[in-house]
C-alpha cells in the first residue's frame, strides 16, 4: 500500500511560484519625474501669504494665486488647479495640473 503524499509537499512549488510572481509583478519600476520644489522665502520672507481668487466664493478649480501682506502677487492667479490653503505662514499645498496630469506641491513660505 502506497503512502499518500501530503499537500504540503505538492503545494509548495506553486506557492514559491506564486511568492515569485507577487513580488515581481508588485514593484513598480516606471521611471517617475523630478520633483520641483519652489521656494518663495526669498520674496516672502516671514510673511503671511493670502489666497487671492476671482468671484465671491472660493471652489476647487477656480484660478487662484497668492499675495503679501502688502497686496504683492507672489503666486500670480492660474498657476495652480487647485490652492489647499487660504493663508500660508509655514507651507502650503497646492495642485498643479500640466497636461492631463495633477501633481501635488508644497510651496515654503
Same mark, same amino acid.
Given at each position: 500500500?502506497?503512502?499518500?503524499?501530503?499537500?504540503?509537499?505538492?503545494?509548495?512549488? @506553486?506557492?514559491?511560484?506564486?511568492? !515569485?510572481?507577487?513580488?515581481?509583478?508588485?514593484? #513598480?519600476?516606471?521611471?517617475? +519625474?523630478?520633483?520641483?520644489?519652489? #521656494?518663495?522665502?526669498? =520674496? !516672502?520672507? &516671514? #510673511?503671511?501669504?493670502?489666497?487671492? $481668487?476671482?468671484?465671491? $466664493?472660493?471652489? =476647487?478649480?477656480? +484660478?487662484?494665486?497668492?499675495?503679501?501682506?502688502?497686496?504683492?502677487?507672489?503666486? +500670480?492667479?492660474?498657476?495652480?488647479?487647485?490652492? $489647499?490653503?487660504?493663508?500660508?505662514?509655514?507651507?502650503?499645498?497646492?495642485? @498643479?495640473? &500640466?497636461? =492631463?496630469? $495633477?501633481?501635488?506641491? !508644497?510651496? #515654503?513660505?
Amino acid at each position: 500500500m502506497q503512502r499518500p503524499i501530503g499537500y504540503l509537499k505538492l503545494l509548495w512549488p @506553486a506557492g514559491l511560484w506564486f511568492a !515569485a510572481l507577487f513580488l515581481t509583478a508588485c514593484s #513598480d519600476n516606471t521611471p517617475r +519625474p523630478q520633483q520641483k520644489y519652489f #521656494d518663495v522665502s526669498a =520674496s !516672502a520672507g &516671514k #510673511d503671511t501669504l493670502t489666497r487671492v $481668487f476671482r468671484g465671491e $466664493f472660493y471652489e =476647487s478649480g477656480l +484660478p487662484c494665486g497668492y499675495v503679501n501682506s502688502r497686496g504683492d502677487t507672489l503666486i +500670480p492667479l492660474g498657476r495652480y488647479a487647485v490652492c $489647499f490653503s487660504q493663508t500660508i505662514v509655514r507651507y502650503g499645498i497646492v495642485l @498643479a495640473k &500640466k497636461d =492631463s496630469v $495633477f501633481e501635488w506641491i !508644497a510651496i #515654503d513660505a
